[in-house]
């Protein structure tokens, strides 16, 4: 790799913690970049004060390496630190998921820091975000889905220092907690009671290649009231390992996709390939087009927002995001 082009205004952070900012990394990069602009955080508040210098100095573009929950913080800390427009965001695959690194085409850092240095070989996007709690993500879920990230948190923390902790990060990890533990433990009761309603402009329902059908869901009127598995939404098709969970997510503008699952986690999981490919046409999944909906629950159930675990929640607003943010995304 040559060395970067010192005149454009870029820098790069990445979290040192990320499972793949190695030491061997670390040095190819720094080998590569001015000084000045590779930043290695050490935590959440360390990548805040950052991102803030990097705004107050006038960088254009900040590349973020490691998972969502990485490039999740740092959208939000470039929209908090920022008076206008925030610096345009690329995505550096370092991180487990990468729903956002696989949808932004990102491959490796090495070769994508390279791209960036021709036009031809990316494009700047506008990517909407969904706000919740003053939060933006691209991505957030309730229920099973979320139940399965606190089981795979939970195995990766009952690894640690374990010969075989290695196999139960990533993908292996992720579905050893789904089988052998969200599954099992959702056998009695897979379902949750649920009401969600229209809270922003006219709603419609998604049809299964992805048009509108029936007639539009009025400001106010419930979109859905019954039991679910999972509440979910997005604007990028991505969920995490390149699941296709919202193969609607872009399909209409100034709106995102939400899905509500009726399925039980048994039959997600006889349909798991399909459902990862996007090409799942099930009843028990119910799809919408929509700008802010409000989900209430019965009882207070598990959230993950961006692939991260964020606790439990008994209701939630849902909104697109009033401004995009801007982001690399590669040829």
């Known amino acids: ?22 030491p061997a990394l670390i040095e190819q990069l720094q080998s590569q970049l001015p000084a000045d602009r590779l930043h290695l955080t050490e935590s959440l508040l360390h990548s805040r004060e950052v991102l803030q210098e990097c705004v107050e100095k006038g960088s254009e573009t900040i590349f973020a390496g490691g998972g969502d929950g990485t ?3 740092v959208i939000n800390g470039l929209h908090e630190f920022s008076e206008g427009t925030p610096p345009t965001v690329g ?49 957030a879920g309730l229920g099973m889905d979320a139940a399965v990230l606190n089981d795979y948190n939970r195995v990766k923390r009952a690894a640690k220092y374990r010969w075989y902790s290695p196999m139960m990060k990533g993908m292996p990890g992720y579905l050893w907690a789904g089988y052998l533990h969200t599954l099992p433990n959702h056998i009695k009761k897979p379902k949750y009671a649920v009401r969600i309603t229209n809270a922003g402009r006219p709603a419609f329902a998604i049809g299964p290649t992805g048009s509108e059908v029936g007639e539009p869901i009025p400001t106010g009127g419930v979109l859905f009231e019954g039991m679910a598995s999972t509440v979910t939404c997005a604007t990028t098709p991505y969920y995490g390992y390149k699941m296709k969970m919202f193969p609607f997510a872009t399909g209409r503008k100034g709106r995102f996709q939400l899905r509500v699952v009726t399925m039980t986690p048994l039959q997600i999981a006889q349909h798991i390939y399909s459902a990862w490919n996007g090409e799942l046409r099930h009843p028990g999944l119910l799809d919408y087009y929509v700008d802010k909906v409000q989900v209430e629950f019965e009882e207070t159930i598990p959230y993950q927002l961006g692939g991260e675990a964020t606790g439990y929640r008994k209701e939630i607003t849902f909104s697109l995001a009033k401004n995009p943010t801007k982001m690399v995304s590669f040829h």
Do not use: C
């Open 1 to 22: 790799m040559s060395a970067l082009n010192n005149e454009l205004n870029y820098d790069v952070v990445l979290n040192r913690n990320a499972g793949r900012v190695t």
């Open 71 to 73: 490039i999740v913080d």
């Open 91 to 139: 995505v550096l695959r370092l991180g487990t998921g990468n729903a956002l690194a696989y949808w932004l085409n990102s491959s490796t850092p090495v070769a994508d820091l390279n791209k960036w240095q021709s036009p031809h070989s990316h494009s700047i996007i506008e990517a909407n975000m969904i706000e919740a709690e003053d939060t933006l993500f691209p991505f």
